[in-house]
């Protein structure tokens, strides 16, 4: 008797301490991996569209990204239709990139033929692959930027995009295309070559252009791109609808870049039919480009949900502020401190402080609200200072604000593995906010802004150390800017007015020479 009642209590205990296991065995995977989301007070759960609308494919492993498909739960339902013309397309992509990707004997084939210096275009075969390769240059904005335009090049000319795997591309992205691989094998023919590529190389299209070493007869098996923000008229001639004949017929293209460079692919009468097909509302297109190609890898995307979960989910609404200082100083401003002060007030993003000796006012009728502030910065006194304005003050509203800041770096630190991640984990947190205050020309904002589908308002670049006046305005696009476009016309002498020649590209607010793409043609710069 004394035996069976020890066994039915051992067998108990044991049953037990295995349902404990495995609940805490799933309590921490869902925090390990951000499975779940608090959404305290400002949402509740709801059924969402994991796939946007058809962008996405279901043909991956959730657990190999989480972030692919967890990301709508962090995410309002979005305003922006995803054309059909665009899912059939990237569809048909993702065959094409199974077909000619690394390890397939279309690829084989491609790069045996990059030893011969020149091919007869007549000795191509029809239905060969075609490729541009992506070389990674500095900063992880410009990488992010330059990246989406070259896929959406990839896209319109059906080339395969290979992107190059050195840096830690792999640290931050999940692969975007389903059985197959984005990255540039390592083994690549050229890949002892390609950090040398230059204005001067013999294969650059610029200086073949300028030396007349190419033509319509005579094509080489690779050319290089040089698109960077120090480019050549002569390279400039790469977004020209003659140029693009040509190029159209080169195997393989090693491109460079570090400019957003879509809005010039509008202006070519080849590409615009198309892309107003893939995108009937103009200003999203990196908006579907970046939800369809940028998936943080779950290391990321663990950053991304603890701090969403733990600092921002509860408020009733959030602002982002986005500051970078582009100053050979690496230090706090004032006069920075104050524009971005002046702006919160000035377009009433925040609620005001209440000076010394004014009470607060109560409002009865409504509960206060909590207004959470993401700061992202290298530097920590902007925030900490918003922290204390509102600390030891109240705000006149009764609302409640408190401000939270991710990392504190001090110095950009491109290719350090944990600064790029926590960097990318800001943005996208950026994203995930009602409102958006970003700085002039940076393209950190400008992935924020457009990823997240959000017009800014944007910080104006100061003169002399002064605050300007105004301190901020709204951009009238999510689009990020061309920074540096060519400044003539592929058959013009001089300046050209884009906007002339197609209203939905129009001078950025932040960069006046600038390019960018609108959807609101009746809006004026």
């Known amino acids: 008797m004394k035996t069976k009642l020890m066994i039915t209590i051992f067998t108990c205990l044991l049953l037990w301490s295995v349902m404990l296991l495995l609940s805490f065995s799933n309590i921490f995977k869902r925090q390990l991996l951000g499975a779940t989301i608090n959404v305290g007070s400002k949402d509740s759960v709801?059924?969402?569209?994991?796939?946007?609308?058809g962008l996405l494919t279901a043909d991956f492993d959730e657990d190999s990204c989480l972030s692919r498909y967890q990301s709508?739960?962090?995410?309002k339902p979005s305003p922006y239709r995803t054309s059909e013309y665009l899912v059939s397309k990237l569809r048909d992509y993702?065959?094409?990139h199974k077909r000619c990707g690394p390890g397939t004997d279309a690829y084989k084939k491609a790069t045996e033929k990059l030893g011969h210096d020149h091919e007869n275009v007549g000795d191509s075969s029809a239905g060969e692959c075609k490729y541009i390769v992506w070389v990674a240059v500095y900063g992880l904005g410009n990488r992010i930027l330059t990246l989406a335009s070259v896929f959406l090049y990839a896209l319109l000319t059906e080339r395969i995009i290979l992107v190059d795997q050195r840096k830690d591309i792999s640290d931050l992205f999940c692969e975007p295309f389903p059985g197959t691989s984005w990255l540039l094998p390592l083994d690549f023919p050229l890949m002892g070559q390609i950090d040398s590529f230059n204005r001067e190389y013999s294969h650059c299209y610029g200086t073949m252009l300028k030396n007349h070493t190419i033509n319509s007869t005579t094509i080489p098996s690779h050319l290089y791109l040089h698109l960077l923000h120090d480019y050549r008229d002569q390279d400039k001639m790469f977004f020209c609808q003659k140029d693009q004949s040509l190029v159209d017929k080169v195997p393989w293209l090693v491109v460079k870049s570090n400019l957003y460079f879509i809005p010039s692919l509008w202006l070519n009468p080849s590409f615009q039919t198309e892309l107003i097909k893939l995108f009937p509302q103009k200003d999203t297109v990196f908006y579907h480009l970046a939800r369809y190609l940028f998936h943080p890898t779950n290391q990321v995307w663990g950053m991304v949900t603890r701090s969403y979960n733990a600092y921002l989910s509860r408020a009733d609404e959030i602002l982002g502020i986005q500051i970078r200082v582009f100053s050979r100083q690496t230090k706090y401003f004032q006069h920075v401190m104050n524009q971005i002060v002046?702006?919160?007030q000035r377009e009433k993003l925040l609620p005001e402080a209440a000076t010394q000796g004014e009470s607060q006012v109560t409002n009865t009728s409504n509960p206060p609200?909590?207004?959470?502030v993401l700061v992202t910065s290298l530097n920590p006194e902007y925030s900490n200072n918003l922290k204390n304005m509102y600390w030891e003050r109240p705000t006149t509203t009764g609302d409640i604000v408190k401000v939270y800041q991710p990392?504190?770096?001090?110095?950009?630190?491109t290719d350090k593995k944990l600064h790029d991640q926590k960097a990318l984990a800001e943005m996208y947190l950026l994203s995930l906010t009602d409102k958006l205050i970003t700085s002039s020309s940076s393209t950190f904002g400008y992935v924020a802004q457009g990823l997240g589908?959000?017009?800014p308002w944007i910080l104006y670049t100061p003169k002399k150390f002064k605050t300007p006046n105004p301190p901020c305005g709204r951009g009238v696009s999510m689009e990020p800017c061309f920074l540096t476009p060519p400044a003539r016309g592929c058959e013009a002498k001089k300046g050209i007015n884009t906007a002339k020649i197609v209203p939905f590209v129009r001078h950025c607010e932040d960069r006046h020479y600038g390019l960018k793409l609108v959807d609101d043609t009746k809006d004026e710069l």
Do not use: M, N
């Open 369 to 372: 609200k909590l207004k959470a």
């Open 342 to 344: 002046a702006c919160t």
């Open 94 to 96: 993702e065959l094409l």
């Open 46 to 53: 709801k059924p969402r569209d994991k796939l946007f609308g």
């Open 407 to 413: 990392s504190r770096e001090r110095f950009q630190q």
């Open 453 to 455: 589908g959000l017009k």
């Open 72 to 75: 709508s739960l962090y995410r």
